[in-house]
């Protein structure tokens, strides 16, 4: 039998090594077996497994077609990091130049006489990227990336767990999970079988965030199965709760849906924390636009802060793409942040030009990137979608940005006597510092990408423009002016824009998502192309 020795000790395949537990347990003791499940609502199979101890030490193995794994870990020495990358040739963790691999991580504090369970989860993940930040990592995959696993103060993998107990509490109990008290993601035995924590984990997305100030991956990002935040505005601190009841009807609305409409977006159409209140995106409430019993479900997982580049290779979109059917839709809603590609810019410029922007076509509407990176094209990472969406036979739907509420010289309008309107602004221009490689139109590269790919294509931008310039004298009623006052919402007391004080010009409050949500239904209504979607609208 083939096996491989670290610190005097052989190390055989997971396969052979369960075997030998079974059959001969003075090969293997069950006092050095270390064993669990990989499970993302139902099983990871054949992932790659590896276990790094305090001393660098480092084992690997393999998951078998329930999840599971077992090996040997004797000599080790806690804590230890137990990390998992699915199979399929990606191993790419940490970097957003390139798709990432849906990676997550373990930590175990300390080893138990008698044997140790070692689950890795969305729900470990957390835990484990909690304790990486409380290390100053930025997240999981920088702090299984060192190498060695660090012993932090038990204080934070209580307060960890605590919170992650308070948000999933009543969920677990609705599954059936027995000792939701004691409950711990790691060592909580389970089973990748659709009961229990696995039924859990059926109703949750999980994804790594994006640190701005180097564009790799950071700390982990947990929403319900309709993408409602459930953790990670933040690398620590509570949960918003997990409504178990809802989150499986809406499963099988999703999938029993006669239409799925597929929202890829920034935040002008992201769901938010409920923290976050007032903030709203007009996806989060575009569904309402349908007919009671059109049995049309609305995936909105558009996410603050992406650009189309990014929101692919980031995981955002696979997330839902994993329900797309033929006869569903694709609405494509990108291209405020794929503005964000002056490489001057401090902190986070150079950062933002590897990781996130694209650029716009030129006046020609000719492409624009640099040799050899024709992902950096807007209307080339616009494609992706397009020919995702035809591939699985959705239908796509191109649409320009919201706007931002500016007049010519990018300021605010309509303040302070300046009765300038409110005018295209999804452009770029060289700046004195040079910091772009090349500038252009965004939105006239999305009607040039509709254009050459026979796309149908509604104009927010100029549908949205023509509402701002239509309430000059209430439009704090629409986009973000919260009353930091207000003891309603907390969150804006510490916030620098998006108060009364000082109005956010891009994002909405609910009565402005619920117009532009109307805008698009407004623009679907006006498509030839559309006339089956259209009937399904109120």
Known sequence: MRGRYVAGVARFSVVALVAIACANSQTVSAETLLSGVVAQGGPVAA???????????????????????????????????????????????????????????????????GGNVANVNPLTDRIASDIAVALKYIGPQQMVGSGKARIVDAAVLQVALGHQRAGFSSALAAAGVSDVVAFDPVSTPMNADGKGVDAVLGLIHHTRNYDNNTGESAHTVLTDISFRPIVGLSGSGAYEPLDFVRAQRELEQIRTASVRVLVVGDSTAATYELGRSPRMGWGQVFERRFKPGSRVKVLNGARAGRASRDFFNGGWYGQMARFMKAGDYVIINHGHND?????????????????????????????QFPASQPGMSFQTSLENYVSLARAAGATPLLMTPTTRYWNVDRITAYTSGDMRPVVPNHFTEQ??????????????????????????LIDLEAKSIAFANAHASDWKAYWLAVDAADPRYPYYRTQTTGTLASPDTTHFQQAGAE??????????????????LAALLQ
């Open 47 to 113: 992932a790659r497994i590896t276990v790094v101890d305090s001393a660098g030490t480092r084992l690997q193995a393999s998951t078998d077609a329930n999840g599971r794994y077992a090996m040997d870990i004797g000599g080790l020495v806690a804590p230890l990091l137990v990390s998992s990358i699915p199979a399929g040739g990606n191993t790419n963790c940490r970097y957003n130049d390139r798709p990432r691999a849906a990676c997550m991580a373990a930590y175990v504090a300390a080893l138990k006489p």
């Open 339 to 367: 503005q964000n590609c002056d490489g001057r810019r401090a902190v986070r410029g150079a950062a933002d030009v590897a990781n996130l922007c694209t650029y716009p076509n030129d006046a020609a509407g000719k492409r």
């Open 431 to 456: 700046n004195e510092a040079n910091g772009f490689a090349f500038v252009g139109d965004y939105s006239q590269t999305i009607r040039d990408t509709a254009n050459a790919n026979g796309v149908a």
């Open 515 to 532: 117009a532009v949500a109307d805008m698009v239904a407004q623009g679907i209504r006006e498509l030839p192309s559309l006339t089956g």
